[in-house]
């Protein structure tokens, strides 16, 4: 199997390529440099795989949520690529991405991503048999006060969204995390791992079928509401 993978929600810009479960990758925290440099850390490892695009069976793509233009523009390299090779994609949550990488602290992982606004992005997920994460509940923005967590007295927190509300956040907790990082982004090699064992199950999807996810469709406050806070 030879999957290109592709994470560009958050800052950071990353491009992976697992050839037979060996990940190679390029990463780079880059804000507003993501259009410029995915292409060419695309080609930089298709060029040390010594492999063409057209040998690559997938396409997995960091769906989202995230920056809105970010989110955007992974999932248009991801289509462009796919439709032109015709091979399937894997959208994956840029959320689940940022949790796989977290350490196996033996707790429930919770990954944030500052939504600005005074909102964060949250998803709650637990690993399992085969070392990758699953859900256990449904992703969500929002402010901190209203995040709701399913029961578990241990939590890792990782993502941007930890040093921004961190006090917020340490409230909706049970305890102190077993470990704590605000300085993780989603990265195209997590990104990669969890697409294998969907294109394994059959899940890649028509180019077209890809689609990003935002959770909310607004990019700003208004005045009224920046006075109001």
């Known amino acids: 199997m ?8 958050t800052e950071a810009c990353s491009a992976a390529l697992s050839i037979d479960g060996r990940i190679i990758e390029r990463s780079e925290i880059a804000p507003r440099r993501h259009a410029e440099l995915i292409l060419p850390m695309i080609e930089s490892l298709l060029a040390e795989a010594g492999i063409s695009r057209v040998q690559l069976d997938g396409v997995a793509v960091g769906r989202g949520p995230g920056a809105f233009t970010g989110v955007r523009l992974a999932i248009a390299v991801a289509q462009g690529l796919a439709l032109a090779l015709d091979i399937p994609v894997v959208p994956v949550s840029s959320l689940a991405a940022l949790a796989q990488d ?8 919770l990954a944030v991503i500052d939504a600005r606004m005074g909102e964060v992005y949250a998803g709650a997920f637990r690993r399992i048999s085969d070392g990758l994460v699953e859900a256990i509940g449904e992703e969500s923005v929002g402010q901190t006060n209203s995040l709701t967590l399913p029961q578990d007295p241990r939590w890792c927190v ?11 956040l340490a409230a909706r907790l049970p305890a102190p995390p077993a470990f704590a990082d605000s300085a993780r982004y989603p990265q195209a090699s997590a990104v990669a791992r969890l697409a294998l064992r969907q294109f394994a199950a059959g899940l890649g999807v028509p180019p077209e079928q890809a ?3 935002y959770l909310r469709d607004k990019v700003a406050l208004t005045l009224e509401e920046q006075r109001a806070r």
């Open 2 to 9: 030879k999957l290109l993978a592709i994470e560009t929600a």
């Open 211 to 213: 689609l990003p996810v």
């Open 158 to 168: 990782v993502g941007t969204g930890w040093d921004a509300y961190r006090d917020a």
């Open 102 to 109: 977290a350490p196996d602290a033996g707790a429930s992982i």
